[in-house]
């Protein structure tokens, strides 16, 4: 069985008018748990699951949900990616990101790339019904404490913060498959882009983020990466 996947056979409890949902993470546990989650609720339906970039884009072609939940960290590209991608193939698609990256550094990013919401994991279980049915309803979804930082009120963030909120979504991705350990051509394969491109990239991330060398690079792209997980 792939990834992606239909409705399992216990979602059956939904009514028939339910909004489909698509979930998007390459944690199983985490797909599961929200899967949990949503299906309990009977206006909701999870259609389907993807644990990729490219499985998320296949699945949401064929299955047509209504609204899909995604993680930024994906293991072949970025989540900010996935969201200008299917935005731009699917004009009526609502997307809802759930994350354990900084809301502060990456909610804004996720609705300047076409997303209705941000949800951290650490409160999903909490808010992520909530979230959803507010998405579906047309209205975005952020935190209180974002939404109260987004109007002006003050929130710290710590320098490293602010460097990595100046990476662009592809340095991002770059940074992101450097921490998981992936090699420059390997990197290129992954997201389509030329070594040459990638490396450019990297140079591009070492400027912004302060670093003197590859091995910098890497350390504290594995460091970054370690504290997301």
């Known amino acids: 069985m792939t990834m992606a996947q239909q409705a399992s056979p216990q979602a059956g409890a939904a009514s028939p008018g339910a909004r489909r949902i698509l979930i998007v993470d390459d944690h199983p546990l985490v797909r599961m748990g929200l899967r949990g989650l949503l299906d309990a609720e009977p206006d909701l339906q999870v259609c389907g699951e993807a644990g990729s970039l490219a499985e998320a884009v296949a699945a949401v072609r064929r299955l047509r949900p209504d609204l899909v939940v995604t993680d930024l ?130 140079e591009k991330i070492k400027k912004k983020l302060n670093l003197q060398n590859g091995s910098d690079l890497t350390r504290s792209a594995m460091q970054w990466m370690e504290g997301r997980e």
Request: charged residues 25%.
């Open 73 to 202: 960290s994906l293991g072949d590209g970025n989540g900010l990616e996935l969201i200008k991608r299917l935005q731009a193939q699917h004009q009526d698609l609502r997307v809802l990101v759930c994350s354990m990256h900084d809301e502060r550094l990456f909610a804004m990013r996720a609705l300047d790339a076409g997303a209705c919401g941000y949800v951290g994991k650490e409160q999903a279980g909490r808010h992520v019904v909530e979230a959803v049915r507010e998405c579906l309803a047309g209205r975005v979804w952020l935190s209180r404490a974002m939404s109260e930082h987004h109007v002006g009120d003050s929130a710290e963030v710590t320098p490293a913060g602010e460097a990595m909120a100046r990476l662009t979504p592809r340095e991002l991705a770059v940074f992101e498959l450097i921490g998981r350990g992936l090699k420059p051509s390997q990197i290129a394969a992954q997201i389509h882009l030329s070594v040459k491109t990638v490396e450019t990239h990297r």
